[in-house]
């Protein structure tokens, strides 16, 4: 079966760090790239940073860019997300998803096809 | 950074009834757009890429449509299952925006 499971939310003072984890099983995981995406309480889905599978780009929202590091360790199956400077807007369910590569009319889509349950992360003192 | 607005925010409709939602983008992104749904509590799930194209397993009631700025999700005959969250996504720009959600209420 496919899945990716999300690890090490929790509660963090503002200014504090924290690091997600993601076990990916059941596909080859060092062929996709991988994503994090967060839900605010009550609100709507923010992309946060995406990895590729070689983890040579690497892109981040302006929302969380040089305070989060994404990561990949392919031989273990896992991605990461290191937050640092954790702000009280950093208090979200997050959630890591798979990157397909999709083939439509003879080109290349892309589309989150397999997520994590999420993992909270509260930003609170 | 491509801003996406989706229309409208909420809507009620009945069983069996057909739904349109839009999405429009800040700038052209061809037909880099998905849509997800997701229902309260749980992770979202992919619909539609490219626009138009859906992702296996998903049911023929569910279609999109668009390109450029303006793109469309249309569910017919509503089942009970499809009452959710549903957001649109482009995936032109590196960095991927979502929607703000449109929220399917039974009426």
């Known amino acids: 079966e496919v899945q990716l499971v999300e690890s090490g939310g929790g509660l963090v003072q503002p200014g504090g760090s924290l690091r997600l984890s993601c076990a990916a099983s059941?596909?080859?995981?060092?062929?996709?790239?991988m994503n994090w995406v967060r839900q605010a309480p009550g609100k709507g889905l923010e992309w946060v940073s995406y990895?590729?599978?070689?983890?040579?780009?690497?892109f981040y929202a302006d929302s969380v860019k040089g305070r989060f590091t994404i990561s990949r360790d392919n031989a273990k199956n896992s991605l990461y997300l290191q937050m640092n400077s954790l702000r009280d807007e950093d208090t979200a369910v997050y959630y890591c998803?798979?990157?397909?590569?999709?083939?439509?009319?003879?080109?290349?889509?892309?589309?989150?096809?397999?997520w994590g349950q999420g993992t909270t992360v509260t930003v609170s003192s | 950074d491509i801003q996406m607005t989706q229309s409208p925010s909420s809507l009620s409709a009945s069983v069996g009834g057909r739904v349109t939602i839009t999405c429009r983008a800040s700038?052209?992104?061809?037909?880099?757009l998905n849509w997800y749904q997701q229902k309260p509590g749980k992770a979202p799930k992919l619909l539609i890429y490219?626009?138009?194209s859906l992702q296996s397993g998903v049911p023929s009631r569910f279609s999109g449509s668009g390109s450029g700025t303006d793109f469309t999700l249309t569910i017919s005959s509503l089942q009970p299952e499809d009452f959710a969250t549903y957001y649109c996504?482009?995936?032109?720009?590196?960095?991927?925006?979502f929607g703000q959600g449109t929220k399917l209420e039974i009426k």
């Open positions: 998803a798979r990157d397909s590569r999709i083939v439509a009319a003879g080109r290349y889509y892309y589309g989150m096809d397999v």
């Open positions: 059941g596909f080859t995981f060092s062929s996709y790239s």
């Open positions: 990895i590729s599978s070689s983890s040579t780009t690497i």
């Open positions: 700038q052209s992104i061809s037909i880099y």
């Open positions: 490219a626009a138009s």
């Open positions: 996504q482009q995936t032109f720009s590196t960095l991927y925006t």
